[in-house]
């Protein structure tokens, strides 16, 4: 079965220090790597999806990296803000359309 | 577009009750999964339904079930609520593929007394 682990599991940083988010997986076996954010209370924001062939992907200050291998995958933000303040998630596809999620580096962006 | 969307958004049962959860996907999308959060064991997979059929279940009691209608509605039901079903129920669609984005809804928050 496929296990998902992110670390750390709670980080808090001033604002507009860039960061570093990591994930990592025990079956290289994926069709894809999903970055979601969650606000409390609240469902999932999808923030990038990485293809099982690709190595990276770029939205903004957003930046994540995937290598299968090694079982890795990070999420780089830059010039973080107070809004960028949530729980962080990352989820991998191993077979369907089934996820398997991490616990989540829960994030505070202090002002 | 409209994202998706769950119905109700918070809900009280006691034990032994069962429970109707509706989901409605992004216009276009075919596939409807089902998610579980708790704070102790995270988010975990329930099942996922593609066409009107369930195309992949988790490890989850027979308590737990769903379908799919042909507009691509979901329902998930609960049946025999026990404490421990207490959670946010979360859908997601995507387009039709395991390739794609999942979009998820708000959830349903589903205490059970």
């Known amino acids: 079965k496929q296990e998902v682990t992110q670390i750390p599991a709670a980080l808090s940083v001033p604002e507009g220090e860039n960061l570093v988010l990591n994930c990592s997986f025990t079956d290289s076996a994926i069709y894809n790597l999903q970055w979601f954010r969650q606000d409390p209370g609240k469902g999932l924001t999808s923030l990038l999806l990485i293809q099982s062939s690709q190595r990276e992907q770029t939205s903004g200050r957003l930046n994540a990296s995937l290598d299968k291998s090694s079982g890795r995958s990070t999420l780089y933000i830059a010039a973080s803000q107070p809004g960028d303040s949530a729980t962080y998630l990352c989820?991998?596809?191993?077979?369907?359309?089934?996820?398997?999620f991490g616990t989540g580096t829960s994030l505070t962006v202090i002002p | 577009k409209a994202g998706v969307t769950q119905t109700p958004r918070y809900l009280i049962k006691t034990r032994g009750q069962q429970v109707t959860l509706s989901c409605s996907p992004i216009?276009?999308?075919?596939?409807v999964s089902w998610y579980q959060q708790t704070p102790g064991q995270g988010l975990q997979f329930l099942f996922e339904?593609?066409?009107?059929?369930?195309?992949n279940k988790g490890n989850f009691p027979g308590r737990f079930s769903g379908r799919q209608f042909s507009n691509s509605r979901s329902e998930m039901n609960v049946s025999t609520l026990e404490l421990g079903d207490s959670a946010l129920y979360l859908c997601?669609?995507?387009?039709?593929?395991?390739?794609?984005?999942?979009?998820f809804g708000p959830g349903t928050r589903l205490l059970v007394l």
């Open positions: 997601a669609s995507s387009l039709q593929s395991d390739q794609e984005t999942q979009y």
């Open positions: 339904y593609f066409s009107e059929t369930q195309r």
């Open positions: 989820a991998v596809s191993s077979r369907g359309n089934q996820f398997y």
């Open positions: 216009s276009g999308h075919r596939s």
